[in-house]
T-cell receptor, first 110, second 112 residues
Framework: EDQVTQSPEALRLQEGESSSLNCSYTVSGLRGLFWYRQDPGKGPEFLFTLYSAGEEKEKERLKATLTKKESFLHITAPKPEDSATYLCAVQGGGRRALTFGSGTRLQVQP | DAGVIQSPRHEVTEMGQEVTLRCKPISGHDYLFWYRQTMMRGLELLIYFNNNVPIDDSGMPEDRFSAKMPNASFSTLKIQPSEPRDSAVYFC??????????FGSGTRLTVV
């Protein structure tokens, strides 16, 4: 059974204070690891897909990295508009469904 | 592209009543997923379809839940009878070839 654990559950940063979110996973035959952002009252919004260990992807202040056991979402010089819940999910084996972690609630204070 | 469209956005119903949630996927996407989100359990897969055929319904909690996809542009999730523990946000998502989901805005269901 695929499992995803995210830490910390919540993170409060000052504007400009860089940090990282962690996603640990166990999966049978990783097809992809996904990062989503979810704002209150909205559906998750796709950020990145990583397919193999060593892969990195960037978008504005966000950078996602992948190892064989975990993924990190690095946030550089965050702004208040980066405040959201960040969700990690894995897709394993021949299954098309994603298994999600419980998320990290990020609050960036001005 | 209007994205994945779900209706209604909010539903309040009394225990024992039938509830039907609706979803219109993105045109051309051959996979459709129903998820439920609660504070306690996060996002849980209920069922998914490929080319309108149910592939995995192992996440459907019990016989009170049923889902259909009569054509490529429409799916329903029905709960009959509804119970207070069914209160949650229900999301529909669609995907081309099972990669890169796009989620709808969700239906917030409250059963009183």
């Amino acid at each position: 059974e695929d499992q995803v654990t995210q830490s910390p559950e919540a993170l409060r940063l000052q504007e400009g204070e860089s940090s990282s979110l962690n996603c640990s996973y166990t999966v049978s035959g990783l097809r992809g690891l996904f990062w989503y952002r979810q704002d209150p009252g909205k559906g998750p919004e796709f950020l990145f897909t990583l397919y193999s260990a060593g892969e990195e992807k960037e978008k504005e202040r966000l950078k996602a990295t992948l190892t064989k056991k975990e993924s990190f979402l690095h946030i550089t010089a965050p702004k208040p508009e980066d405040s959201a819940t960040y969700l990690c999910a894995v897709q394993g084996g021949g299954r098309r469904a994603l298994t999600f972690g419980s998320g990290t609630r990020l609050q960036v204070q001005p | 592209d209007a994205g994945v469209i779900q209706s209604p956005r909010h539903e309040v119903t009394e225990m024992g009543q039938e509830v039907t949630l609706r979803c219109k996927p993105i045109s051309g996407h051959d996979y459709l997923f129903w998820y439920r989100q609660t504070m306690m359990r996060g996002l849980e897969l209920l069922i998914y379809f490929n080319n309108n055929v149910p592939i995995d319904d192992s996440g459907m909690p019990e016989d009170r839940f049923s889902a259909k996809m009569p054509n490529a542009s429409f799916s329903t999730l029905k709960i009959q009878p509804s119970e207070p523990r069914d209160s949650a946000v229900y999301f529909c998502a669609s995907s081309p070839q099972g990669n890169g989901y796009t989620f709808g805005s969700g239906t917030r269901l409250t059963v009183v």
